[in-house]
């Protein structure tokens, strides 16, 4: 029914953690792994998925890369081969869990004007000890330009969502390719936004650790004001285009809209602490003790405990 992408990044520890967890898991949906590990660690990782009662639904492709940045190409790789109807990325150090996007794919099946859909996410910090509301949200604006506004001023990590695989492709395939950051997450989502429609429910959908993944931040200045001008054109374009609307007129709403998200704080900033179990549960004990293993215990105590509250 769906494939679980997952790229890594030379950490085959973290990549053989989360296959371990989809071992027990992997009934009918298929495992597409970007492994950019070195020749030697690939073939471990080789050996690794044979053992796995599962192997025979999880393809490795080995796409060596340069620097952390270059995982668009992997991807590319990776949905050129996909053959199910959906599909979803799960970067090797988090876990999106396939009881969730069951669901999801029941309703993007259902709802044919809508290309994605996300859920709930959980992030947690084992050093500073406390879970939190990593922001995944919808946009189901009836107008492209909406969409993409609404994305800027209220960013978040659409490439997280369950989509059509059709439609993935599509946007790869598009990309803006003279600004690594650009290309790497803001411009597929906003292809995806200019698509169609996002949908948000309420289903605990990922899982996020803070192990190293800060180290990736956006940062203002990895952004030349030429590659924004550029870039920002061919936005308004595909905006205009998909909408009819007067290209001005929809270049003026996508600049200021995106004006207000290259400013803004970074995304994390906006991380909302919950607070419910602290009196009574070692959060630090909890992850220490169940999420190096492989999240099993980790994910069944989020789930049970529901920590994620509406």
Known sequence: MFTICISTYNRPNYLKRLLRFYESRNKDFKIFIGDSNSLEDHKEIKKFIKKLKNSHNIEIFHNPRKNFMNVIETHKILFKNIKTKYMVICPDDDVQLPISIYKMCKVLELNKELIGINGKCIHFDPVKNYFSNYPLLGLEQDNALDRVTSF??????????????????????????????????????????????????????????????????????????????????????????????????????????????????????????????????????IVKNNFNKDFTDLTSFIIQNKILKN
């Open 152 to 285: 800027f001023e209220n960013y978040f990590t659409i490439l997280f969502s369950v989509f059509r695989t059709e439609e993935m492709r599509f946007i790869f395939e598009h990309l803006y390719e003279k600004n690594e950051t650009l290309k790497a997450e803001i411009h597929p989502g906003c292809y995806a936004a200019i698509l169609g429609k996002i949908r948000n429910i309420n289903e605990i959908q990922l899982i996020r650790p803070s192990e190293e993944q800060k180290k990736y931040k956006l940062k203002k200045l990895d952004i030349d004001s030429n590659h924004v001008n550029e870039f920002l054109d061919i936005i308004s374009s595909s905006v205009a285009k998909q909408d009819g609307f007067e290209l001005d007129l929809i270049r003026s709403s996508v600049g200021k809209s995106f004006k207000k998200f290259i400013t803004a704080k970074p995304n994390y900033s906006i991380l909302s602490k919950i607070k419910s179990f602290f009196d009574n549960i070692k959060i630090n004990k």
